[in-house]
């Protein structure tokens, strides 16, 4: 069984096929019969796990399973309090409503890649880092959830999920590692 970690650049899409404009994994990861255990947005960067195992794939993406992920999250502002909290509460988006999330205010970490291309900046704007934990993962839900208190989305890394970290695999943008996994 193979279980590869990817960290994903910016604008690369979460598949092998090719598509119109834009990189896919195929044209970094040129390992034959592995599949992505759950996606992340074109505009969204960070850790991919890929596997060529059916069942530890469905393990890691479905949400009964509940693997944490974490995300690092550049927004416009400085969050108050009460949009912290609303951030960790329930959160209703109009298609679904949040389960409750850890959230916190960061320091940029400084194990951190610049983007390419560097995020727009607002020298009237100050911006702020969150650690944003889910246990569910629905389309471009983290994005959604600072938008809807306020606080819009610069930069989002995927920097968790489950057991395996960035923090503790460092991997550049569009790097890749093999772990050894057990059946």
């Not at 989305?153 to 790097?175: F, K």
Request: some cysteine.
């Amino acid at each position: 069984m193979k279980l590869i970690l990817f960290n994903k650049p910016y604008l690369v899409m979460s598949q092998f096929s090719s598509h119109e404009s834009r990189p896919t994994l195929s044209e970094f990861i040129p390992v034959p019969g592995i599949y992505p255990a759950g996606r992340l947005d074109a505009d969204s960067e960070g850790l991919m796990l890929l596997t060529d195992d059916g069942q530890l794939q469905h393990q890691i993406s479905h949400p009964d399973h509940k693997e944490a992920k974490t995300y690092l999250v550049q927004v416009e502002g400085i969050p108050e309090p009460a949009q912290l909290q609303r951030l960790q509460e329930p959160l209703n988006l109009g298609d679904f409503t949040t389960q409750p999330c850890q959230v916190r205010r960061i320091q940029e970490p400084d194990w951190l890649w610049s983007r390419n291309p560097p995020i727009r900046t607002r020298s009237a704007i100050p911006t702020s880092w969150l650690a944003i934990t889910l246990k569910e993962g629905k389309n471009r839900q983290v994005r959604r959830m600072t938008a809807a208190v306020g606080l819009p989305t610069l930069r989002l890394i995927r920097s968790v999920i489950g057991p395996y970290s960035l923090h503790s695999h460092p991997l550049l943008p569009g790097e890749w590692m093999e772990l050894i996994a057990n059946n």
